[in-house]
């Protein structure tokens, strides 16, 4: 295949075996991608920012644990050009991984990602009371440590296939506290109208991403006049959360979603009415909606 033939590239949270791997190759067709392993989820971000690839898909939603605040915060901040072009919901099955068999009662070290270990917090807590709980940058990450670990004694909370690309095995599958865990992954792009080959969606609904601060949040009532612009018009919000401005104490910036799409007209008035109480009022994204289940 010629350089000009190649598919383009696409970033995720490497490095291989991650959950962002497996989300990259279910969402989209076969081959319609380079996938590009990065060193975390602020550089896949980064990376759709910067023009070092043309999408990234990344977390920003867990079912157990909520928000990926580093993707929010890279959204809302330093990547500001960068626009969500799709999503993806991957079930998540966490598993407890060795380098080779042993008896739980011997590990004394587990190393994953914090959104993993807070996804098996209760397991944790009941079959590994005593271990020490290490952080890394992936859960693919924490299984690669722990194969090339001298300390037989360590163990690694991560998706079965990162044991199989570092050899490694499985000591109990399906360790997460829920077994409905799921984790949400957006596609990002430069461009609102560049949609990486994704599989085709089995609805045509549309969702729309945004943020927003204004001076008037620390007056009574401006929140609920900012959320009244959407229900007076029936306007969805499927999700809202606040996260710190990083410019002083008590400050906030928030994020919505929402059911329809920007250009629908009562999605365009609200967020015309939206206007009127902020500061500042970023589209994220207006992109399809993952299918449900």
Same mark, same amino acid.
């Given at each position: 295949?010629?350089?000009?033939?190649?598919?383009?590239?696409?970033?995720?949270?490497?490095?291989?075996?991650?959950?962002?791997?497996?989300?990259?190759?279910?969402?989209?067709?076969?081959?319609?991608?380079?996938?590009?392993?990065?060193?975390?989820?602020?550089?896949?971000?980064?990376?759709?920012?910067?023009?070092?690839?043309?999408?990234?898909?990344?977390?920003?939603?867990?079912?157990?644990?909520?928000?990926?605040?580093?993707?929010?915060?890279?959204?809302?901040?330093?990547?500001?050009?960068?626009?969500?072009?799709?999503?993806?919901?991957?079930?998540?099955?966490?598993?407890?991984?060795?380098?080779?068999?042993?008896?739980? &009662?011997?590990? @004394?070290? !587990?190393?994953?990602?914090?959104? %993993?270990?807070?996804?098996?917090? $209760?397991? +944790?807590?009941? *079959? #590994?009371?005593?271990?020490?709980?290490?952080?890394?940058? &992936?859960?693919? @990450?924490? !299984?690669?440590?722990?194969?090339? %670990?001298?300390?037989?004694?360590? $163990?690694? +909370?991560?998706? *079965? #296939?990162?044991?199989?690309?570092?050899?490694?095995?499985?000591?109990?599958?399906?360790?997460?506290?829920?077994?409905?865990?799921?984790?949400?992954?957006?596609?990002?792009?430069?461009?609102?109208?560049?949609?990486?080959?994704?599989?085709?969606?089995?609805?045509?609904?549309?969702?729309?991403?945004?943020?927003?601060?204004?001076?008037?949040?620390?007056?009574?009532?401006?929140?609920?006049?900012?959320?009244?612009?959407?229900?007076?018009?029936?306007?969805?919000?499927?999700?809202?959360?606040?996260?710190?401005?990083?410019?002083?104490?008590?400050?906030?910036?928030?994020?919505?979603?929402?059911?329809?799409?920007?250009?629908?007209?009562?999605?365009?008035?609200?967020?015309?009415?939206?206007?009127?109480?902020?500061?500042?009022?970023?589209?994220?994204?207006?992109?399809?909606?993952?299918?449900?289940?």
């Amino acid at each position: 295949m010629s350089r000009a033939d190649a598919p383009p590239p696409a970033g995720y949270l490497g490095p291989r075996g991650t959950f962002s791997e497996e989300a990259l190759a279910r969402s989209v067709t076969e081959g319609g991608v380079d996938p590009i392993p990065l060193a975390s989820i602020h550089d896949a971000v980064l990376a759709v920012q910067e023009g070092a690839v043309r999408w990234s898909v990344v977390p920003i939603e867990n079912s157990i644990e909520g928000p990926v605040t580093v993707t929010l915060d890279a959204l809302a901040g330093e990547a500001s050009a960068v626009r969500i072009v799709g999503e993806f919901v991957l079930p998540v099955r966490q598993c407890l991984i060795a380098r080779e068999p042993m008896d739980l &009662s011997a590990i @004394e070290t !587990v190393v994953s990602h914090p959104q %993993a270990t807070g996804q098996c917090a $209760a397991f +944790l807590r009941a *079959e #590994l009371p005593r271990a020490t709980v290490r952080s890394a940058n &992936s859960t693919a @990450e924490a !299984v690669r440590t722990i194969a090339a %670990a001298a300390d037989p004694a360590c $163990a690694a +909370l991560g998706p *079965e #296939l990162a044991a199989a690309v570092y050899g490694c095995t499985v000591l109990r599958a399906g360790v997460e506290d829920r077994h409905d865990n799921e984790t949400r992954f957006v596609w990002l792009s430069r461009r609102a109208d560049d949609r990486p080959p994704l599989r085709a969606p089995a609805t045509d609904a549309r969702k729309t991403s945004l943020v927003f601060w204004g001076a008037g949040a620390g007056r009574a009532g401006w929140l609920v006049a900012c959320l009244d612009e959407f229900a007076r018009r029936e306007v969805n919000l499927t999700k809202i959360e606040s996260r710190p401005q990083r410019s002083r104490l008590g400050k906030y910036v928030f994020f919505l979603d929402l059911d329809g799409a920007e250009e629908d007209g009562p999605v365009a008035d609200a967020l015309a009415g939206l206007r009127t109480h902020c500061e500042q009022v970023r589209v994220l994204g207006s992109y399809p909606a993952a299918p449900p289940g």
